[in-house]
T-cell receptor, first 115, second 115 residues
Framework: AQSVTQPDIHITVSEGASLELRCNYSYGATPYLFWYVQSPGQGLQLLLKYFSGDTLVQGIKGFEAEFKRSQSSFNLRKPSVHWSDAAEYFCAVGAVTGGGNKLTFGTGTQLKVEL | EAGVAQSPRYKIIEKRQSVAFWCNPISGHATLYWYQQILGQGPKLLIQFQNNGVVDDSQLPKDRFSAERLKGVDSTLKIQPAKLEDSAVYLC?????????????FGPGTRLTVL
């Protein structure tokens, strides 16, 4: 069965600083990988996804993620964090089940941005 | 384009009572998902519908949870009777076709508190 580990429960960065959120996955086949962001009282919004091809994926809001098969990682990065980026971030791995796309989520990383 | 709608946004009940949640997916989306997100955890898939048929309900506690998607559009999720451990946010998501490359779009969720 697939699983996702997000080792950092909380991260605090200063506005304008760079950001890296870690994600490690476990999946027997080629993974489909996603990063979602959840603001308070809001549903999850997709930041980016990786299925195949270029291992560096660009997303919305200036985020990018790099797939590293050898490390089973899909870390999320942003070169300069804005105060509005404060939210909870979830990494997820997708698996095909009966024709559907089942997402297995990590436990999330809560990002705090200091002004 | 209207997003995924859910109601109610908040619900407080006592244990052993019943409760129902409603979801209206994005127009034209064939696949609908219900997730349970317990505080401090990532969302966990409860059930997935493809049109009005169930694709995956392996993690749905069927002794107390039920879900239906009549006419392949709106869906309701019911809990009867509720337990304290059912306190969580219930998220509904939809996708166009339910394939592995589809993006899942999430609603704002219903926060359930069981006293």
């Amino acid at each position: 069965a697939q699983s996702v580990t997000q080792p950092d429960i909380h991260i605090t960065v200063s506005e304008g600083a760079s950001l890296e959120l870690r994600c490690n996955y476990s999946y027997g086949a080629t993974p489909y990988l996603f990063w979602y962001v959840q603001s308070p009282g809001q549903g999850l919004q997709l930041l980016l996804k990786y299925f195949s091809g270029d291992t560096l994926v660009q997303g919305i809001k200036g985020f990018e993620a790099e797939f590293k098969r050898s490390q089973s990682s899909f870390n999320l990065r942003k070169p300069s964090v804005h105060w509005s980026d404060a939210a909870e971030y979830f990494c997820a791995v997708g698996a095909v089940t009966g024709g559907g796309n089942k997402l297995t989520f990590g436990t999330g990383t809560q990002l705090k941005v200091e002004l | 384009e209207a997003g995924v709608a859910q109601s109610p946004r908040y619900k407080i009940i006592e244990k052993r009572q019943s409760v129902a949640f409603w979801c209206n997916p994005i127009s034209g989306h064939a696949t609908l998902y219900w997730y349970q997100q317990i505080l401090g955890q990532g969302p966990k898939l409860l059930i997935q519908f493809q049109n009005n048929g169930v694709v995956d309900d392996s993690q749905l506690p069927k002794d107390r949870f039920s879900a239906e998607r009549l006419k392949g559009v709106d869906s309701t999720l019911k809990i009867q009777p509720a337990k304290l451990e059912d306190s969580a946010v219930y998220l509904c998501a939809s996708s166009l076709a339910g394939t592995s490359t589809d993006t899942q779009y999430f609603g704002p969720g219903t926060r359930l508190t069981v006293l």
